[in-house]
C-alpha cells in the first residue's frame, strides 16, 4: 500500500511541478469533489431519511459538486489570507524573534531617531504609514502571483521527494523528521523555476497572438518604414527653383545598384513659400 501511495505521490508532483500555479486550485477542486462524494456515501442512511425523494445518484452528484466548489473556495481564501496578512505577519514574527532569540528589542532603536524640524511627529507618523501602505499594496501585487508557484513547488517537491522515498525503501515516512528536507528544497526550486520560465512562455505566446497587438504592432511597423521614406535626401539642385536645398523622399524603388527616387523639393523663397516641386533622381549605391 505505501508503494502504490508513494506511486500517487509521485504523479501529482509531476502534475505540479510545471503549471502548478495553474493546476493547485484543480487539486484543491478534485480533492474536495472526492471528499464530498465519500461522505455522502458515508452519510447515506441519514440523508434518506431527510431527503427521500432523492435517489442514491442524485445525492453522490450533488456531494461531488458542492465539495468541488467549497474546497476551490476554501483554497482562494487561504491565498487571499497569505497574500493579506502575510507582510504584517511576516513583521510581527520577525520583531518577537529579534525580541526574544536575539535580544534586540527595535522599539529602542526608533526612539533614538531625532525628530525633524518643521515636521511633527503626527506628520511623520503619517508620511511613514504612506509609505508603509504603498509597500505593502506594491509588495501584494507580486504576492497575487507568487503565493501560487510557491505554494505549487512546495507541494510538487514534498510529494516527488516523499514518493520517490517511498518507493525506494517501501514505508512511508514516520515523521516529520524522516523528509529529506535538502531535497524537498531543491526540487521546489526547480519547480517554481519552470513555472515561472513557463508563466513568461504563456504570456509571450498570449501577446504575440492576440490580434490587437499584431494590428498595432504592423502599425508601428508602417509608421518606421513611413519615417525612413520621408527622411530628408541629401542637398541637391531643384529643377524648377534652382536651389541647393533639401528633399523629402517620396517614392524609392531599386533597380540593382542603382535607385529612382521620387522627391520633393522643401526649399523657401523669401515669402517662406515652399517650392513642393516633385522630380526624379537617381541615387547610386557604392561599395
Not at 502575510?86 to 524573534?97: I, N, S, T
Not at 507618523?125 to 507568487?146: C, D, H, N, P, S
Not at 507541494?155 to 516529520?176: C, F, K
Not at 533597380?255 to 529612382?260: N, P, Q
Request: charged share 20%; hydrophobic share 45%.
Amino acid at each position: 500500500v505505501d508503494i502504490y501511495l508513494g506511486l500517487v505521490g509521485i504523479i501529482l508532483g509531476a502534475y505540479l511541478f510545471m503549471e502548478g500555479y495553474r493546476r493547485i486550485f484543480k487539486l484543491f477542486s478534485l480533492i474536495g469533489a472526492g471528499a464530498g462524494y465519500y461522505f455522502v456515501g458515508l452519510f447515506e442512511p441519514v440523508l434518506v431519511d431527510l431527503l427521500p425523494t432523492l435517489v442514491t445518484e442524485q445525492m453522490r452528484l450533488a456531494g461531488f459538486v458542492v465539495g468541488g466548489v467549497v474546497a476551490y473556495n476554501l483554497a482562494r481564501m487561504a491565498e487571499a489570507s497569505i497574500v493579506t496578512l502575510g507582510p504584517p505577519m511576516v513583521v510581527l514574527l520577525g520583531y518577537d524573534y529579534l525580541r526574544v532569540e536575539k535580544d534586540i528589542d527595535m522599539l529602542d532603536y526608533v526612539e533614538r531617531i531625532p525628530e525633524f524640524p518643521n515636521i511633527s511627529s503626527e506628520t511623520l507618523q503619517g508620511i511613514i504609514f504612506l509609505i508603509a501602505t504603498f509597500l505593502t499594496m506594491v509588495f501584494k501585487m507580486y504576492l497575487w502571483r507568487l503565493v501560487p508557484v510557491l505554494i505549487s513547488a512546495g507541494i510538487s517537491g514534498v510529494l516527488l521527494v516523499t514518493g520517490a522515498n517511498t518507493i525506494r525503501t517501501g514505508d512511508l515516512p514516520g515523521s516529520g523528521y524522516d523528509l529529506e528536507f535538502a531535497a524537498i528544497a531543491i526540487v521546489t526550486a526547480c519547480s517554481a523555476a519552470a513555472q515561472g520560465y513557463h508563466i513568461k512562455k504563456t504570456e509571450d505566446e498570449e501577446i504575440n497572438s492576440d490580434p490587437e497587438i499584431a494590428r498595432l504592432r504592423a502599425h508601428g511597423d508602417a509608421v518606421r518604414e513611413q519615417r525612413l521614406l520621408k527622411e530628408e535626401f541629401p542637398l541637391i539642385r531643384c529643377p524648377r527653383c534652382s536651389k541647393e536645398a533639401p528633399h523629402e523622399v517620396i517614392n524609392r524603388k531599386s533597380h540593382g545598384g542603382k535607385s529612382e527616387v521620387l522627391v520633393k523639393c522643401l526649399s523657401q523663397n523669401q515669402f517662406d513659400e515652399v517650392c513642393k516641386h516633385v522630380h526624379t533622381v537617381q541615387e547610386f549605391t557604392s561599395d
